[in-house]
């Protein structure tokens, strides 16, 4: 078992950035493969990043490429999202999510989810 509790969400005016961090406790995280998902008002769940459990290898969905970071601190345990230029699109939660395997995965199959951390962004 893996728990994930995610933080720093917020206003942000357009143009503005956050860090978003996912602390994780139960086992050792770097066997965990783990991303950041996002839900807008009326919309599914989306992936906005992968990362493998070493982080050595990292995926970012086009609409994020060039300005969100995914990376992760396994000392810590810790997932972080660095978000730049952000967009009013971008307003979603936004939830950490790991798979119980450490090989980078882009699609379904994540079995722990945090709670969800409030990103607003205004024009």
């Known amino acids: 078992q893996v728990q994930l509790v995610e933080s720093g969400g917020g206003l942000v005016q357009a143009g503005g950035s956050l860090r978003l961090s996912c602390a994780a406790s139960g086992r050792t995280f770097s066997n965990y493969a783990a991303g950041w998902f996002r839900q807008a008002p009326g919309k599914e769940r989306e992936l906005v990043a992968a990362?493998?459990?070493?982080?050595?290898?990292?995926h970012h969905v086009d609409s994020v490429k060039g300005r969100f970071t995914i990376y992760r601190d396994n000392v810590k345990s810790t997932l972080y999202l660095r978000m730049n230029g952000l967009k009013p699109e971008d307003t979603a939660v936004y939830y950490c999510a790991a798979a119980t395997s450490s090989l980078l995965r882009v699609g379904p199959g994540y079995d722990y989810w945090g709670q969800g951390t409030q990103v607003t962004v205004s024009s």
């Open positions: 990362i493998s459990g070493s982080g050595v290898s990292t």
